[in-house]
């Protein structure tokens, strides 16, 4: 009986297999010695390592372009169709928004096409040279932070647009003051900023779009003006300047897309090469570093959507840490169901009209061709087929549980007690209060607490210390951090406990990311970001 208690106690996890196992450690010991010089992006010969995945959110300023230009790249990677373009440019035309059809490759729902403005995450797979990414394209409208946080939750690194044309730049990169001082509206830009940084990205390439319509087009002097204004700013919310790539770009015309022959003398084109030198936008994208995955740590899967299938559960979402496998038994947090695992799918890229969860077709039409890796996929491994890892976005069927038990938020893991998270309401954090903050926060301020998802009301119930950004000794004269503050202000490091009006599933930030790391809203507002040091019982 005793030696049976060991075993429980133990509770091992799932195994890899010993020679898969090897494979992925090797892979993540090589991850953080990657070069992101743009110049050997694409020259990756090693035929002993798996294909790396990357979730990749698009972020940027309403009316940045974003769109249109993931719809660019999605062109020129041949996953969607030139016919299938001009059935849209036809369409489009006929609502008198012409310029919208790239966009409405992501942009499927009709209200988003009929305003022009993107309002939920658009998920698209797709396949490069080098990585298999995951595309999210986010909503650059105030009124939709909400669901550009969800998306940014998901992502490793971002591709963030800036507008190149007079007025646009300066909107999205307005600091939140008006000409009295006092708080005005932030523009996405710096918001979308700091909000990736405090949920996880660290890695920006800065597509500075609509280039072609700066006056004069392709200005040399603009480029650089814009690049320097974000760049400071990136490294200023703790982004480290080798891991940023600015890319002058028109995603409308796809000149800087990608090296497709058939634009190569636009004159665009010459224009701009006249003074740049560097990497096209696929080129940049391809310079990532690939993210250190956590295969070992025990099952985190955040699921994102719920369907019925049979008597089946089918649920969506992304395997945030461990390893998952079809006949695996797991429980649903917070509500503790147990289910069986009897089939897992990972997204992958695909041609024009196919399942989003298989592979692309070589030869679907729509752009030039990218150079194909000799890379592996998981699913050329015999061992690996019909599983999922860390960082995998998957689509799954769950026998043995209701369907109305699941819901966006809920968190898969395996069904050993010591294997899994923590339900609690109370926690501990750090937190970074925005600059620009129209009213101060005090104890028992009440917020709306965003994690990857979700969102809950909460209450901060204790300010436990506080000081100005960069440390107290580098602001405060050699202060340490202030015990028990009154008020939070704009612009300050703090301790906290927070109160949920429910249990959720945390963990600390550094056992688990994505499941440690949250943002404050109030009022519309965003007014901190943060990662959980402690889970309070």
Known sequence: NENNTDVEKQAPIPNIPPNILAVLRSLNSNRGNNNSNHNNATNNTNTNIIRSHLSLVILGHVDAGKSTLTGRLLLALRHVSA????????????????????????????????????????TKHVRTPKFDFTILDAPG??????????????????????????????????????????????????????????????????????????DPAWSKDRFEYIRSMVLDFLKANGFKEKKITFVPVSGLTGVNVSRDEATEDQEGWKTLRKWYKGPTLLEALDGFTPAKREFEKPLRTIVTDVSSEGKNATVRGRVVQGFVRA????????????????????????????????FASPNNGGGSQPQQSTEKDLEDIPELQDCALAGDIVEMSLSGIDPARLSPGCVLCHRHSSLRPRVRRKFE?????????????????????HMHSIDVPAVLSRLVSSEKRGGGSANNHGNKPRQNPRVLTGGVTATVEITLSERLVIEESNECKALGRFVLRRGGDTIAVGLIDKVLD
């Open 141 to 214: 409208h105030k009124d939709f932070i909400p669901n550009m946080i969800s998306g940014t939750a998901s992502a490793d690194c971002g591709l963030l647009v800036v507008a190149a044309t007079t007025g646009e730049f300066e909107a999205g990169f307005a600091r939140g003051t008006d000409a009295s001082g006092t708080c005005a509206t932030v523009g996405q830009t710096r918001e979308h900023v700091v909000l990736s940084r405090g949920l996880g990205v660290t890695q920006f390439v800065v597509a500075v779009n609509k280039l072609d319509a700066a």
């Open 429 to 449: 954090a750090r937190v970074l209060v925005m600059e620009r903050l129209a009213v101060p926060i005090i104890r028992g301020s009440q917020v709306l607490l």
């Open 83 to 122: 016919r299938l373009l001009q059935k849209y440019k036809k369409a489009s035309s006929a609502i008198g928004k012409s310029s919208f059809a790239l966009a409405w490759f992501t942009d499927e729902d009709e209200s988003e096409r009929e305003r022009g403005v993107t309002i939920d995450i658009a």
């Open 327 to 358: 006949g695996d038994g797991i429980v649903v947090l917070p509500v503790g169901d147990e289910a069986t695992v009897v089939r897992v799918e990972r997204g992958k890229a695909v041609k024009e009209g196919a399942s989003p969860y298989s």
